[in-house]
Structure formats: C-alpha cells, structure tokens
C-alpha cells in the first residue's frame, strides 16, 4: 500500500513538472508573440509615413557589398544603391504623375522599360522574419514558430530585443520595435564553406527635403530599351 502510495506521488510530481513545462513554453511563444507583432505593427507604421528615408548597409563576411536607400517624400519615391560611397543605380518615381526613370548613373543610362517599384511600401532585404503574405500584407502568424527564443540585450548602447531563428540573428531596438542589425547564415553549393550576410538598417521619419528626392539632370544620359 506503502509503494502504490509511493508511486501515486511521483506521477503527480512527474505530471506536475509536465505542466508547468508546458505552461512555460505556452508564455514563451506568447511572450514571442508580442514582440514580433511589435515589430510589425512598428514596420507597417513606419511605412504610413509620407515622409521617410530607409537605410541597408549589406555585408558579406565582413565586406561591405552594398547600400541601399530608399527615401519618401509624399508621392515622389526615389531608391538608390551604393557601393564604395559612389552611386551605381538609381530608380525615381512619381506616383502621382506617374512618371518614372531608371538609370545606372556610372554609365549615364536610364532604361526604358526597366521594372519600376510599383508600391511605396516596398523595404528591400529586411529580415526574413520580416516577410510579409503577398495576398494581404499582414504578419504571416506562422512565423513566430521560427522563432527559437528572445532575449533582452543592450547593444550599441541601446535597450533592444534579440530575435534568434534558426538560420537569423535580428536585433530590435526596444523603443521603436524597428530592426538594427541582422545576420544570416547561407551555406554555399559545396556545403562545406557558408557565408554570412550582415545587414545594418537605419529608419527615419520627417528628415527628407524635396533636393533629396530631385529628378536629377538627365540631359546628358542615353535613353535605352532594356
């Protein structure tokens, strides 16, 4: 009767630290939850504004590749990439004329029938967590299942959220919810040697002039089909 008694207890111990395993993991993924809608709720207002710049510095193994730029200022957009400080391309658009350039500024081209962003929400290379549907774009809620935890950290002097999947790192800033930093890991055909993408993200509202999004003088460029 002892030993039944016994073994009673250790079931209901066993299944009492099952339970709060459980309840645990239950509050980790809505603690996870949370932040993630956060950072979308922060992305997606960020995107509202009508006046904005968007900052991507990319690297590969610590080489800088490319820096992108995309800056709004009520209906005129203007994207520009970068490489060692100097302009490599560049696209303008007025959504409300409707007018719309592309063109390599090292070559002085501007290519006619080159695809035009279509949307002011478009945000090149964020975090892959970051994606949103295309039928809707809203936060994709099966994504924080790739989320394998988050912690509080200070980074650059910052008060911010580390975001870690499986193959991404992505740093948050707590008072804006709006991605600083992240990493991802890419293993190369040979599976042997992996490269890791860097990208460092600046957001900023209210800062851009009608000079930053010119037209810039096309009188001297060569107008080509592409």
């Known amino acids: 009767m002892e030993n039944k008694f016994i073994i009673i207890k250790r079931l209901i111990i066993a299944l009492v630290i099952v339970l709060v395993i459980l309840l645990l993991l239950v509050l980790s993924r809505v603690y996870y939850l949370v932040v993630i809608n956060h950072v979308f709720e922060a992305i997606q207002k960020f995107k509202d504004e009508e006046n904005r710049e968007y900052c991507v510095e990319m690297k590969v193994n610590e080489n800088t590749i490319l820096k992108e730029q995309i800056l709004l ?31 390599g500024v090292k070559q002085k081209t501007v290519y006619i029938n080159d695809l035009i962003m279509e949307s002011k929400d478009i945000l090149f290379n964020l975090p892959s967590l970051m994606g949103y549907t295309a039928e809707n774009g809203k936060f ?16 650059q002097d910052k008060l911010c959220y580390k975001i870690i999947t499986k193959n991404e790192v992505i740093i948050v800033e ?6 600083i930093y992240s990493s991802i ?42």
């Open 73 to 103: 200022k009520q209906e005129i957009m203007k994207y520009i990439n970068r490489k060692n400080s100097l302009d490599i391309n560049c696209v303008w658009k007025n959504f409300k004329s409707k007018e719309k350039y592309s063109f």
């Open 140 to 155: 994709d809620i099966s994504k924080i299942f790739e989320v394998l935890y988050i912690l509080p950290i200070k980074y």
């Open 174 to 179: 707590k008072d804006t919810y709006l991605p």
């Open 185 to 226: 890991k890419r293993m190369k055909s040979n599976e042997e040697s992996k490269s890791v993408i860097e990208r460092r993200y600046e957001f900023k509202v209210g800062e851009v002039t009608d000079e930053d999004v010119a037209l810039p003088d096309l009188s001297e460029y060569t107008f080509v089909e592409n």
